[in-house]
């Protein structure tokens, strides 16, 4: 069964180009549920088990085990989903004549609303940075001014190219999940920091950095001049939010999430609000109706003084 789950979990990253995260989570998910059926059928006194052999009643009883151990609905939910992607693949591909997990509903659990990010604590974000007048900082400041003004991914700020700005129209161009392109506007606030950036720091940064291909040179890079990795996003914000005294919950995420729902809040419909973040479904982009705040509010990154 492992070796149908890696064909299945190719099928996902290469045909449907789902990021890798999400494969890694069904590859634990599928990976999981094979281990507990192989334990089942060693425990009957056998020395493994058929794909024919499982059936509705032996899901369901899986779910059952893992309500036993404690699982969340929304944990058992995800592997619900995860199974049901998996066979439905494998009755497509005649491997199995039905689908087992037919009829087999998930949990009901209630989604977390996101969290947002204060104001107040996005300037003295930004303003921490920009009191220091190192490369880093400068880079730093940037970015973050980049991520809070976009909504955007921190998956996708890295990935974004220096040719990706286009300080004529205002944009930037950012590849999403799915290998999907939008083209997203910057104020004039974020294209004066990203040429701030670009003249004074990057080229600090990238002093001993080999020249990258043609029109594939990093925006956004690290102390060696290489591409910054998303986890090396996290950590230093994580080290600026700590250097600044601001609460240790602050995350990239959280700025993309007060990014929407300040949009809300100023009248942007919810299918443009939906283009600007990148979501598939518009269903994803209706929660930040219910964080909305008045569009009288301040957005959360002003434009300096």
């Not at 899901?59 to 893992?66: P, R």
């Not at 009755?91 to 104001?119: A, C, H, M, N, Y």
């Not at 400068?138 to 974004?160: I, K, Y």
């Not at 601001?246 to 419909?269: C, D, K, N, Y």
Request: glycine share 8%.
């Amino acid at each position: 069964m492992n070796e149908r789950i890696e064909t299945f979990l190719a099928y996902l990253q290469g045909e449907r180009s789902l990021s890798p995260n999400t494969v890694s989570a069904y590859r634990n998910d599928l990976l999981q549920f094979a281990d507990n059926m192989r334990t089942e059928a060693e425990r009957l006194g056998g020395t493994g088990f058929a794909l024919a052999t499982i059936d509705r009643d032996r899901i369901a009883g899986y779910f059952l085990h893992l309500r036993d151990r404690g699982y969340s609905s929304a944990s058992i939910a995800r592997k619900t989903a995860a199974l049901r992607s998996f066979f439905q693949y494998l009755q497509r591909k005649g491997e199995v004549t039905r689908d087992p997990t037919e009829g087999i509903g998930s949990p009901e659990f209630k989604k977390p609303l996101p969290r947002t990010v204060e104001d107040d604590h996005v300037r003295a974000l930004l303003a921490f940075c920009e009191s220091r007048d190192a490369p880093e900082w400068v880079r730093d400041h940037a970015m973050l001014r980049l991520l809070s003004s976009t909504g955007m991914r921190v998956g996708e700020l890295v990935m974004v190219d220096v040719d990706d700005v286009d300080f004529q129209s205002g944009r930037v161009r950012v590849v999403g999940r799915g290998n999907r392109e939008r083209s997203l506007p910057l104020d004039a606030a974020t294209l004066a920091s990203i040429k701030d950036y670009l003249d004074r720091a990057r080229p600090f940064l990238t002093r001993n950095a080999q020249d990258p291909e043609p029109g594939k040179a990093p925006l956004v890079v690290n102390q060696r001049g290489q591409r910054l990795t998303r986890q090396g996003f996290w950590l230093i914000m994580k080290g600026l939010v700590r250097d600044a005294g601001l609460p240790a919950v602050m995350t990239p995420h959280m700025l993309r999430h007060s990014f929407a729902t300040h949009q809300i809040g100023e009248g942007t419909g919810l299918e443009e609000l939906r283009q600007l973040l990148g979501h598939a479904s518009i269903a994803t982009t209706q929660i930040y109706t219910q964080l909305a705040v008045p569009a009288s509010e301040p957005v959360a990154v002003p434009s300096p003084a």
